[in-house]
């Protein structure tokens, strides 16, 4: 007879056999040697936060005429996304003036040299071509070269924006008027009165169709240069170094 309030007591089939290996097959699937913890197993954090993003700025480039910089700025958008470039141009006749006041609101700036000043980065990029500006139907525009020699008996107009300095010119005339940015000097050489002689760059900023220009092959250069102060050199200033002395994105300094 049951005993009343008892339950059963549950048979286990197999014998001592069978209820080894069940304990075997127990202790394979999760059970580790006594003295020996398993390793602790990475944690996945989903709401981990991520790197702020760059606050947006902008790089101020300074320019003097005829400097183009169209391909380092291009090249510029594609590297910096973030950060906006901003082109300041330099009037005519400033950057022959106050070097430092040009640099005083911008990153960096392209000038011409000479310029000497222990307190700026110079990096010369590259030199500018001379050239005669003359009237169209001007004799000197039948040739494709000029030299010095050529340009005996010529009235020079010289500009009072000048960045060749003094030209030593043997049998020229100086122009009788007082000087003219290079704007109007180049204006008034298209008129016939005199010839203009300025870097190649500043010739087709100003071009004109009563007027045409030569190369001269004797002139002096004109050099410009990317020029920043030393004490402002900044992760920017070094992208746009690299930029214009044609590193990539991954090229190291």
Same mark, same amino acid.
Request: charged fraction near 25%.
């Given at each position: 007879m049951a005993t009343q309030g008892r339950r059963p007591a549950r048979r286990t089939t197999g014998?001592?056999?069978?209820?080894?290996?069940?304990?075997?097959?127990?202790?394979?699937?999760?059970?580790?040697?006594?003295?020996?913890?398993?390793? !602790?197993?990475?944690?996945?954090?989903?709401?981990?936060?991520?790197? !702020?993003?760059?606050?947006?700025?902008?790089?101020?480039? !300074?320019?003097?005429?005829?400097t183009t910089p169209g391909k380092w700025i291009d090249a510029w958008k594609q590297r910096m996304p973030h950060v906006r470039l901003e082109l300041v141009p330099v009037e005519a006749g400033v950057e022959a003036g106050d070097r430092h006041g040009i640099l005083a609101d911008v990153d960096a700036a392209l000038l011409r040299l000479p310029l000497a000043d222990d307190s700026l980065h110079i990096i010369t990029l590259y030199d500018e071509v001379p050239v005669v500006v003359a009237a169209a139907d001007s004799h000197l525009l039948s040739v494709d070269e000029l030299s010095i020699a050529d340009l005996a008996g010529e009235v020079v107009i010289v500009p009072s924006d000048d960045v060749l300095g003094p030209i030593d010119l043997p049998g020229t005339t100086p122009a009788a008027f007082a000087p003219l940015p290079t704007a109007e000097a180049i204006v008034t050489a298209a008129s016939g009165v005199g010839i203009?002689?300025?870097?190649?760059?500043?010739?087709?900023?100003?071009?004109?169709?009563?007027?045409?220009?030569?190369?001269?092959?004797?002139?002096?250069?004109?050099?410009?240069?990317?020029?920043?102060?030393?004490? /402002?050199?900044?992760?920017?200033?070094?992208?746009?170094?690299?930029?214009?002395?044609? /590193?990539?994105?991954?090229?190291?300094?």
């Amino acid at each position: 007879m049951a005993t009343q309030g008892r339950r059963p007591a549950r048979r286990t089939t197999g014998g001592p056999a069978l209820q080894g290996k069940q304990q075997g097959k127990t202790q394979g699937r999760g059970a580790q040697p006594k003295g020996k913890r398993a390793p !602790a197993k990475a944690k996945v954090v989903f709401d981990a936060p991520r790197d !702020a993003p760059e606050e947006p700025r902008v790089f101020r480039l !300074a320019t003097v005429p005829g400097t183009t910089p169209g391909k380092w700025i291009d090249a510029w958008k594609q590297r910096m996304p973030h950060v906006r470039l901003e082109l300041v141009p330099v009037e005519a006749g400033v950057e022959a003036g106050d070097r430092h006041g040009i640099l005083a609101d911008v990153d960096a700036a392209l000038l011409r040299l000479p310029l000497a000043d222990d307190s700026l980065h110079i990096i010369t990029l590259y030199d500018e071509v001379p050239v005669v500006v003359a009237a169209a139907d001007s004799h000197l525009l039948s040739v494709d070269e000029l030299s010095i020699a050529d340009l005996a008996g010529e009235v020079v107009i010289v500009p009072s924006d000048d960045v060749l300095g003094p030209i030593d010119l043997p049998g020229t005339t100086p122009a009788a008027f007082a000087p003219l940015p290079t704007a109007e000097a180049i204006v008034t050489a298209a008129s016939g009165v005199g010839i203009v002689i300025v870097p190649m760059s500043l010739a087709r900023l100003h071009h004109r169709k009563d007027a045409g220009h030569r190369p001269l092959l004797d002139g002096p250069t004109s050099t410009v240069a990317l020029v920043w102060p030393r004490e /402002r050199t900044t992760p920017d200033v070094e992208t746009f170094v690299g930029i214009v002395r044609g /590193r990539t994105s991954n090229s190291s300094r």
